[in-house]
């Protein structure tokens, strides 16, 4: 399979300076990007296989003695490529906060409690049908200090590997109907609504467990499709 | 139109997930629970080869250590390969995998130990000097930049076909210094932002 990465595609991603988002006003590159063309190094990326987990990687609930509380969800999709073939053999690592809006990293001091029950870390590799699925809880929302009352939706941070380095992606999965994506400039960094929605889970009934867990399904469509006669003659 | 999954930054809390027994000093311990699953260590038993150590700082527009950072490293072994089904000659080195990752710490710093690459094929089945592809995410970054690392004792970087693209005055923030008196030490900081920002790629 010979992909090509058209860079049309990342008019989807935010602008690197989105100054509503105040820690990308020092954080992004000043002079313009330089345009070169895909070499080998690009074409290429890191492979990693089911040797890469271990059980329970992908379960968020059973990684230590007891059960964390909050919400027990169900977070499941595929991983695809441009033309929505799946992506097998993809690494996919999540982390999150717990059900109380708390991070277990060092820096996130805000008071609220920490779960002896969770660190929000998770990892898995798809099938052979692009499929990956977690078990977690709902993360809380949280307090930051970008400006005066801000508070991040409810998210789960997502790194997935494809098909090569250019497919290479860290993003975040929203949560349906959150009354805070108005006021979060992360989520509004990227400006078309429909690229946005793409960021939303949808609440998927079909695979909640009765009794046990929400479901919430979550496709990720990462760069990379075949190429066409009519590209082949453009190069 | 192209349906992708829009980035998103990685946050300052990444380090517990993604690089947990990585240069976190963020912990009083020194790391997380969790366990790795891409190391800062790239160098395996079979890897053939001279090995290397990178070590850099990554700044900011103010020119202040960026201390929340995760770069990534993808490399060919050093007889120019890639541990990947596109580059389809036979692996020398098969644990090899030419994948890294490492956090920044409270200075800014991150580190890799590795295997000097070989040459691998450009455009047009020129060869290219050898060079490491590095992919930089952060807090503050709502999606990674791609830049290059080149070695400065090696002659085919005149002639290679990436770096001879760059403007003759900005070829040397793509280049690691080798260190004096240190085997096989080299220096690469990144700027990210300012008067001598590191070449950042569109690809």
Same mark, same amino acid.
């Given at each position: ?109 805000? =008071?609220?409690?920490?779960? =002896? ?92 467990? =009765? ?25 | ?16 997930? #993604? ?16 366990? $790795? ?26 020119? #202040?250590?960026? $201390? ?19 580059? $389809? ?52 970054? #709502? ?9 400065? +004792? ?19 923030? #793509? ?8 085997? $096989?030490?080299?220096?690469? +900081? ?14």
């Amino acid at each position: 399979m010979s992909l090509i990465y058209p860079k049309q595609s990342l008019e989807a991603y935010p602008k690197h300076l989105s100054p509503g988002y105040k820690s990308t006003i020092k954080r992004s590159p000043s002079k313009p990007l330089m345009i070169v063309p895909h070499t080998l190094s690009e074409l290429t990326g890191p492979v990693y296989g089911h040797d890469a987990i271990q059980e329970n990687d992908n379960d968020l609930t059973k990684q230590h003695k007891g059960e964390p509380l909050g919400e027990r969800i169900i977070v499941h999709g595929h991983v695809l490529d441009e033309d929505k073939r799946p992506v097998p053999n993809a690494l996919v690592e999540l982390w999150q906060a717990n059900a109380c809006g708390r991070y277990v990293h060092n820096v996130d001091q805000h =008071p609220a409690p920490l779960d =002896p029950n969770f660190t929000g870390a998770g990892r898995t590799v798809t099938d052979a049908k692009g499929y990956y699925k977690f078990i977690t809880v709902k993360p809380g929302a949280y307090p930051w200090g970008n400006h005066p009352n801000a508070w991040r939706p409810n998210h789960i941070h997502f790194s997935v590997f494809g098909h090569s380095f250019l497919s290479r992606l860290v993003t975040q999965m929203y949560f349906p109907g959150d009354y805070l994506f108005p006021y979060d400039p992360i989520f509004n960094s990227v400006t078309d609504e429909k690229a946005r929605a793409r960021m939303i889970s949808t609440f998927d009934l079909e695979n909640t467990v =009765p009794d046990w867990a929400l479901a919430f399904r979550f496709d990720i469509v990462l760069r990379g499709r075949e190429a066409t006669p009519l590209d082949n003659d453009e190069h | 139109m192209s349906e992708i999954t829009p980035s998103q930054t990685v946050g300052p809390f990444f380090a517990y997930g #993604l690089t947990p027994n990585g240069r976190c000093e963020w912990d009083p311990n020194g790391s997380y629970s969790w366990k $790795n699953t891409v190391e800062s260590n790239l160098v395996t038993p079979d890897a053939s080869g001279t090995r290397i150590h990178i070590e850099g700082t990554v700044r900011d527009g103010d020119g #202040l250590p960026i $201390n929340d950072c995760m770069i990534e490293i993808w490399q060919a072994d050093a007889q120019g390969r890639y541990a990947h089904g596109r580059d $389809n000659r036979p692996l020398p080195n098969t644990q090899f995998k030419g994948f890294g990752r490492s956090a920044t710490d409270k200075a800014g710093v991150y580190a890799f130990d590795t295997i000097k690459p070989g040459s691998v094929a450009g455009p047009g089945g020129k060869p290219q000097a050898p060079h490491i592809v590095v992919c930089i995410f952060s807090r503050g970054m #709502l999606r990674q930049i791609y830049t290059r690392l080149y070695f400065d +004792d090696e002659p085919a970087n005149a002639s290679d076909p990436i770096l001879t693209m760059v403007p003759a005055d900005r070829r040397g923030t #793509l280049i690691a210094h080798k260190q004096p008196g240190a085997d $096989n030490q080299y220096r690469f +900081d990144i700027r990210v932002q300012g008067g001598d920002e590191t070449v950042f790629f569109d690809i």
